[in-house]
């Protein structure tokens, strides 16, 4: 159940979005898109011990600061975790030291509204161009692993930048169709058909593509590289049931590994999985 005070936030919103709507469904889509790229947590609690031993790094992406570690610069292969929306890098400190032991070099970064970058929105293409410049600036980097809404900025990205079978890409609970997720965010905020096609509508004006392209599901058939897919069957955030369609199409370059009981996040956690991850990489 949520806390008295998100409660409070949600009523106030489906409120907001049935009056806006009523005057001019644009409008109310304009705001929804607004709320859906909206970080609703930020991590800012302190950071796990190993992240001391890190470099701090900073660039200026759209304007915004985003800040970044790096461990055991100079390594043989350069590794990049990648975290999911409501998230943080912070969260994926297990797998720097087994990387490091593997003589890798480690870059993680929050995105833009997230952990200690600035920030307030984050969208699918201001995520994958932070990719593509970490790559061109710090990289290249080889080895990806992301989680949920960072999947899909590395599927993006690697549409972009040239590689080819050497590169090992981990996508863990990957947010395979944004429509699933536009879909799921509409129900629960209670907002109607006419919204919605102003807010596909609104999508395509933005950057010539609609909702649908946004999609992992459709990025990996061109990508080289070789990809582990972790995913659960109890994920409610990111639905097994897309993820099993990309399975059952049988891409030559795509393993995956499949649980039941760990839903969207102890997931990564998961001492087989993650040793599954990092024996990949």
């Avoid at 955030?237 to 891409?251: F, G, L, N, R, S």
């Avoid at 649980?259 to 102890?266: D, E």
């Amino acid at each position: 159940m949520a806390k008295l005070g998100q409660q409070i936030a949600i009523r106030y919103y489906r409120t907001k979005f049935k009056i806006l709507s009523a005057i001019s469904n644009r409008k109310a889509a304009e705001m929804a898109l607004e709320l859906f790229t909206t970080p609703q947590f930020r991590y800012k609690k302190q950071l796990p011990e190993i992240f001391k031993e890190a470099e701090k790094l900073h660039f200026k992406h759209y304007g915004e600061t985003v800040t970044g570690y790096r461990w055991n610069r100079g390594g043989h292969r350069k590794a990049l975790i990648v975290h999911g929306f409501n998230s943080s890098v912070a969260k994926f400190d297990r797998y720097i030291k087994p990387l490091m032991k593997k003589g890798y070099e480690v870059l993680a970064f929050d995105a833009p509204a997230h952990g200690f970058s600035t920030g307030r929105t984050l969208n699918a293409v201001v995520f994958k161009d932070m990719i593509t410049y970490i790559n061109r600036e710090y990289g290249p980097v080889k080895s990806f692993v992301g989680h949920s809404f960072g999947c899909l900025a590395i599927c993006l990205a690697l549409e972009e930048i040239e590689h080819n079978e050497d590169y090992h890409v981990v996508l863990i609970a990957p947010a395979t169709e944004s429509k699933t997720a536009i879909d799921l965010f509409f129900s629960f905020m209670k907002l109607n058909e006419g919204v919605r096609k102003e807010f596909d509508d609104y999508i395509l004006q933005l950057r010539n593509k609609p909702a649908d392209w946004y999609s992992v599901s459709r990025a990996v058939k061109n990508i080289k590289a070789k990809i582990l897919w972790c995913h659960d069957e109890d994920d409610t955030m990111t639905p097994w049931v897309d993820a099993k369609k990309v399975m059952d199409e049988q891409h030559y370059n795509i393993e995956f590994i499949v649980t039941k009981g760990f839903g969207h996040r102890r997931i990564y956690r998961e001492n087989k999985v993650s040793k599954a991850i990092i024996e990949f990489l």
